[in-house]
């Protein structure tokens, strides 16, 4: 039985708990905010320790109502996950520099790295950092609607009547129930960025906050936080104010309301921080298996928390607790690659080679990467797998500079080149044809006054000047972002060789042949300022090779992956074993395709030929009305006749023309139009607009003429004649321009 204080406070919270949350919502304007309340507090309830008050059910309901109106999307909850969760990994790595502390027995009791202060816990991190994270992501933070905060207000007054009649009934002191003014006052508080001036104000309103547990985390918190960062105060001083702020939320919160509770959680997290802080070596650690169970019970399965529980057992060398913990990570495929490669070193120490092997079974490709299962020396085997560790991220390092070169590239000469896309050369920036598509375009006489116009109009409506400056501080910004490059002299190396390489590059854009020199040359060097930027890379990690630690590994492999994605470059996992893999695959294969017959090879070849053609074909009609491309040829003609085999074998694609009834047959050498069971004659690409044969811009005529009928219309006026394709505008030049293509394709491989 509860005494009565307690039954008083108790009520005084369940009220507060539903108050604070409408004020927060409301205060912060914040779609997350709202999906926080929801998640961590209204749909968390313990019913077993929540007053039994139909006021107080009234309220909650109405509240989970509009609520649930507005629940924020799974894609906007992957915001403040995925940064989170970069930051835990980070922080447990920098805690755990090498495997030999785990295998040999090493004391990590004595690493001494706050966890769970470093990360903080998401629930108020977001909070403090909204402004951060929405300048870092450029992220657009969704705000209530005005009718969303008119409900709220609503709530608020309902909210009134059941503190009534809730403190008519339980007597607590008024001074238990926070008011409106309080709240706005206490959020206000919490966005201070001044850890010092944020603590002292909260510290002088806390008497107002006897009944609402979280104020006193919050509390120990910001004082934990000024412990660890600010060592020129008296960091004692706010070490104690931090442990009597933790030590009055587990008195106050003694009922628990909720049943899974991130803050009590956080709570539980920085408590055991700083209790290890206090034990050097092994001694009593009581206490903190009980806030590790504190922290789990309340986690809600929160893998965040669990990662740092995990952590926490290794410490006061609990492996088998561990093992349990990161086990049930990977499962949930939760920082998989980290985990895995933790629990690998655990199964090792505890010589559980079951373990050992279902963890590969988990893990797949990836287990090339799992600490080796071998007994001996542990130090030996430690530094064989950093080595192999610190080479596969150097080769993805390097794999990615590449990628992202190859995109600089592409784009800078697409700002200096863009007119040859406008010439129907398309796709050859990066092709090996790229200087000859540029010397026919300068020097084609045929061709200048139309290549003129063209050239001229595309710097009309660019400037190239701006669009290579933008460009150039966007690399030098990605190249900045990672951490590899943490001295100043690494971006000066880079930014220098910019200078060196393109200052004074501008040149007032003028077809001739001098600008397309002078220009060739700046391209050039730009491809110097890449192929420098990888040198400076391989010059980072010699550097490394002699201090390099896991802690260095995966914050840089954190960093570089992070950076890919935001680039959308997919970095192969696994380069190094992927790599002797290929080189094991391609020494002991047996069997070729010329195994499957002689021919094998030549049917794959002509199939990839069909293959590429049909997408040609399905480009170029890509937005085309009233026409309907079948790609499957044979059912076509299994329905429709054709009387030549032959005709029916090279077909590739039909365009149906919907309005006229007609099919245009495509295959690889020609061309012809099918209607009725009947067929016209055959037109090569290669004869393009030809006057002959009085092509017009809404006609193509497939019989070519008799020297003696040279004269003479070559069709009649039946509009029927096969012979004569009769479409719009739009789709004769679509013809023309898939013509025009194919030929292309065709002078490129030689073999069709």
């Known amino acids: 039985m509860l005494d009565e204080l307690e039954n008083k406070r108790r009520a005084a919270y369940a009220l507060n708990l539903c108050t604070v949350s409408i004020s927060q919502i409301i205060d912060y304007e914040d779609l997350i905010v709202l999906e926080q309340e929801y998640e961590a507090i209204l749909n968390n309830l313990n019913l077993e320790a929540m007053p039994k008050d139909e006021p107080l059910l009234l309220i909650i309901k109405q509240i989970l109502d509009v609520i649930t109106f507005f629940r924020i999307d799974k894609v906007e909850r992957a915001f403040i996950e995925e940064e989170y969760n970069k930051q835990v990994r980070n922080a447990i790595w920098s805690a755990v520099p090498n495997f030999g502390m785990l295998i040999a027995g090493g004391n990590l009791m004595t690493v001494g790295v706050a966890i769970a202060t470093q990360v903080g816990m998401g629930y108020m991190n977001y909070r403090n950092n909204r402004n951060k994270y929405k300048d870092s992501r450029d992220h657009k933070l969704w705000q209530l609607q005005k009718a969303a905060i008119e409900q709220f207000n609503g709530l608020r007054r309902e909210l009134f009547d059941t503190a009534w009649r809730l403190a008519d009934k339980y007597e607590f002191p008024d001074k238990y129930r926070l008011t409106e003014r309080q709240i706005t006052n206490y959020n206000k508080i919490l966005q201070d960025s001044n850890i010092i001036r944020r603590y002292e104000r909260l510290d002088a309103i806390k008497e107002y906050f006897e009944a609402y547990p979280p104020f006193w985390y919050y509390l120990g918190s910001v004082a934990n936080k000024i412990y660890r960062e600010r060592k020129d105060l008296d960091s004692h001083y706010y070490k104690e104010r931090a442990i009597s702020a933790f030590e009055k939320y587990w008195k106050v919160n003694a009922q628990g309301l909720l049943r899974e509770d991130q803050v009590a959680a956080g709570c539980a997290l920085e408590y055991i921080d700083i209790l290890m802080d206090s034990m050097g070596e092994l001694t009593e650690t009581d206490r903190i298996e009980a806030l590790i169970r504190q922290a789990i019970a309340y986690s809600g399965r929160a893998n965040d928390v669990l990662q740092c529980c995990a952590f926490y057992n290794l410490r006061i060398n609990k492996y088998e607790e561990a093992a349990k913990l990161y086990k049930y990570l990977v ?422």
């Open 331 to 752: 499962n949930e495929s939760y920082n998989t690659l980290f985990n895995a490669q933790i629990l690998s070193s655990l199964y090792v120490r505890l010589n559980d080679q079951f373990g050992y092997t279902l963890l590969e079974e988990l893990v797949d490709d990836n287990c090339k990467y799992l600490y080796p299962f071998k007994n001996g020396n542990s130090k030996l085997a430690d530094k064989k797998f950093t080595e192999t560790l610190f080479d596969n991220l150097k080769k993805r390092y390097i794999y990615f500079f590449d990628q992202l070169n190859n995109r600089y590239q592409a784009e800078f000469k697409g700002i200096l080149f863009g007119y040859l896309k406008s010439s129907s050369i398309d796709g050859i920036l990066l092709d090996d044809k790229f200087r000859e598509a540029i010397d026919l375009f300068f020097s084609s006489e045929s061709d200048r006054n139309r290549n003129k116009a063209v050239f001229e109009d595309y710097f009309k409506l660019i400037n190239y000047g701006e669009n290579i400056i933008e460009l150039l501080n966007r690399y030098v910004d990605d190249v900045s972002s990672l951490s590899l490059f943490t001295q100043k002299s690494d971006i000066e190396k880079i930014t220098e060789n910019i200078e060196e390489q393109l200052r004074g590059f501008y040149i007032e854009p003028e077809y001739s042949i001098d600008w397309r020199e002078q220009i060739l040359e700046v391209n050039e060097r730009f491809d110097n300022v890449l192929a420098h930027t990888l040198s400076v890379v391989d010059l980072k990690f010699k550097s490394l090779e002699q201090s390099i630690d896991l802690s260095n590994i995966h914050i840089l492999d954190e960093e570089i992956t992070t950076l890919a994605k935001k680039r959308e470059i997919i970095i192969p996992v696994n380069i190094v074993n992927e790599e002797i893999v290929k080189k094991e695959k391609y020494a002991t294969s047996k069997f070729t395709l010329e195994f499957l017959g002689s021919n094998a090879k030549g049917i794959q070849s002509k199939q990839k030929i069909n293959n590429d053609l049909k997408q040609i074909i399905q480009k170029v009609f890509e937005g085309c009305n009233s026409i309907n491309i079948i790609t499957n040829t044979n059912k076509f003609f299994s329905e429709h006749p054709l009387d030549i085999d032959k005709l029916k074998r090279d077909a590739i694609s039909i365009v149906e023309l919907i309005d006229s009834q007609k099919y245009i047959v495509f295959s690889k050498r020609y061309f012809f139009v099918y209607r009725y069971n009947e067929r016209s004659e055959l037109r090569s690409y290669n004869t393009g607009r030809c006057t002959e044969f009085e092509d017009r811009e809404n006609i193509i005529n497939f019989r070519k003429p008799s020297i003696k009928d040279w004269a003479k219309i070559p069709f009649s006026n039946d509009s029927d004649n096969i012979n004569k394709l009769e479409a719009n505008p739009d789709i004769i030049k679509r013809i023309w321009r898939l013509s025009s293509e194919i030929v292309q394709y065709r002078d490129v491989n030689k073999s069709i």
